[in-house]
């Protein structure tokens, strides 16, 4: 017995691409709203929500919106309060906006910000990135592998290869010492004897000597490696120093560096423990995202580390604008495809298509193809609308054959004249009735579902959301989050558009002007990390 399937190859030869519907979004669930689901857009008035498990992306051109029709969104109070996120927050906007997370359960939410430059006045929380890498701990030895492929990637220059794999190879060996040593790891340590490497003056022989006696076989053997390669008159020592000093370079930024010494303000093993979820923002200046790239990268490897040692813990969303300015990130991918199994959601933002090669060999392919939710919107580079045009999918079309039809019709009238003047109907009968088939003639063809032009022109508001739980792309709305009345008094102002004081929030009569109220903290919230200033802000006739 033939098999049966649902195919309908012969009706659409081409492809059967098509947009979903409101309905299809409703069976799917994401007019649902949970504490643990993301903002997604609108459509046809009705906010639309994602609550899976898989990675998300994100992709629109420069300025187009993403922080105010997407992402403020979930960062604001009411949305997505049950999950613990990590926010790369470029500027400090993200922060700024969402910084009252006192939920209307009273609760309020850890709210930490990693901000070494004190951008708008934003608290300034110390955090080791690397407090994992203990003496004590049991897997420190693949901890700080993963920590090293971050910390000096791989660039994918063949002629890299040979300095970039030594150079990790004496950071591990320089890192097991300080660890001895110290208990655990501190970046500023690292700096410091990596910069006493290429000297090789009394200070390095201290340190040396504490490699050699360290009982480290592999930092013994990593010392001696050193000093016999002093006198390499080919270029390999300075090249490999090379590597290292150019890994640790942003520690020379001493805000930076005491950003990431002790003591510290919170252990990133505090975000798997049982209780309120936590918002961590890591603000940096967007022009220092490349220059700061290793602390940013090594802030993320230990989130997941401390994750996946306790995969039962609260569920983590990853928030990574801007994330193609990271340059090579190989955890990104790999959260992609393995990170909703110990509990890691990653959500990346990105200006193009092509700024995902960067992270890693694959990376695209990697990212595209495990993505469970992606979102398209203001494609203006070519590459982009490309890849959008594509998988959005092709159709078929039937259309009308203007000149088979015309020929038939005339063939018919010319056949219809002759049976009228004496023809023989036995003869012409079944030639006319092919011709009056032939009139009505169309042809199938295939089109994109939209072409690569037509995806660069989409409305200004509109934007393409492809679902794991849709059975097609969804064409839909973003508007942005002031012009919502149910998200008065959720939001601060943005630092970069005054004025500071006051908000504008939708009312039934319009929008209207709210002050920003500033008074002592209440005794109930003194204790959460974001008023041990003493202080607490809410918008006027919103107090938490």
């Known amino acids: 017995m033939a098999m049966s399937t649902h195919f309908e190859n012969e009706e659409h030869p081409f492809g059967s691409a098509e947009m979903a519907s409101a309905h299809d979004a409703a069976r799917a669930g994401m007019f649902r709203k949970s504490d643990t689901a ?37 960062l604001c109070k009411g949305i997505c ?3 613990t996120i990590i926010v790369l927050d ?55 592998k993963l920590f090293l492929e971050n910390w000096i990637a791989k660039s994918g220059a063949a002629q890299a290869e040979y ?20 208990g655990e790891l501190e970046l500023p340590q690292f700096y410091r004897v990596v910069n006493l490497l290429s000297g090789g003056g009394k200070e390095w022989i201290d340190f040396a000597y504490e490699m050699h006696t360290s009982g480290i076989q592999v930092s013994r053997d990593i010392e001696e490696e050193i000093a016999a390669m002093r006198e390499d008159r080919s270029g390999g020592f300075q090249g490999i120093i090379g590597e290292l000093q150019k890994s640790v370079a942003c520690l020379s930024d001493p805000l930076l560096s005491e950003a990431v010494s002790g003591p510290v303000s919170y252990d990133l093993s505090e975000l798997c423990e049982d209780g309120m979820p936590v918002q961590l923002y890591l603000v940096v200046p967007v022009e220092m995202i490349p220059l700061w790239a290793p602390v940013l990268k090594s802030l993320f490897v230990g989130c997941l580390i401390e994750k996946s040692r306790e995969p039962e813990a609260r569920r983590q969303l990853w928030i990574l604008d801007e994330c193609g300015q990271l340059g090579s990130f190989p955890v990104v991918p790999q959260m992609f495809t393995y990170g909703a199994g110990i509990g890691i959601q990653p959500y990346a933002v990105f200006q193009s298509t092509s700024q995902m090669d960067a992270l890693a060999p694959q990376a695209r392919q990697l990212i595209t193809s495990s993505a469970s939710l992606q979102m398209y919107f203001a494609t203006r580079d070519l590459g982009s609308a490309k890849t959008v045009s594509e998988v959005l999918g092709t159709q078929t079309l039937r259309t009308d054959d203007p ?31 092919q011709l009056g088939h032939e009139t009505g003639h169309t042809r199938k063809h295939a089109r994109q579902l939209r072409t690569p032009d037509e995806v660069m022109r989409t409305a200004k508001d509109g934007m393409y959301l492809l679902c794991d739980d849709l059975p097609g792309p969804l064409y839909a709305q973003r508007k942005p ?64």
Not at 39 to 49: H, I, K, M, Q
Request: hydrophobic share 35%; glycine share 10%.
């Open 38 to 74: 993301i903002y997604c857009g609108e459509l046809e008035g009705r906010s639309l929500f994602y609550d899976g498990e898989g990675g998300i992306l994100l992709v629109a051109g420069a300025r187009s919106g993403k922080l105010r029709d997407i992402l403020a969104y979930t």
């Open 90 to 144: 470029p500027k400090g906007e993200l922060a700024a906006i969402s910084r009252d997370q006192i939920l209307e359960s009273g609760r309020g939410k850890k709210v930490l910000t990693f901000n070494p430059r004190g951008l708008h006045n934003l608290p300034q929380h110390k955090i080791n990135p690397v407090g994992y890498l203990k003496w004590s701990s049991p897997t420190l030895i693949p901890d700080l």
């Open 403 to 433: 000149l088979t039809q015309s020929r038939a019709k005339l063939k018919k009238e010319q056949l219809m004249a002759a049976l009228l003047g004496g023809g023989d109907p036995f003869r012409l009968a079944s030639q006319i009735a």
């Open 481 to 544: 989050y002031w012009t919502r009345r149910w998200m008065a008094g959720r939001y601060h102002p943005n630092p970069y558009h005054p004025p500071l004081e006051s908000v504008k929030v939708a009312t039934f009569w319009g929008m209207r002007p709210r002050k920003i109220i500033t008074e002592d903290v209440p005794a109930q919230y003194a204790h959460l990390p974001q008023y041990r200033g003493g202080s607490w802000s809410y918008v006027e006739g919103f107090r938490p």
């Open 81 to 83: 309060d049950g999950r």
């Open 163 to 182: 300095f970039e794999h030594n150079a990790r190879r004496w950071a591990e060996a320089i890192c097991l010492s300080l660890i001895k040593t110290h």
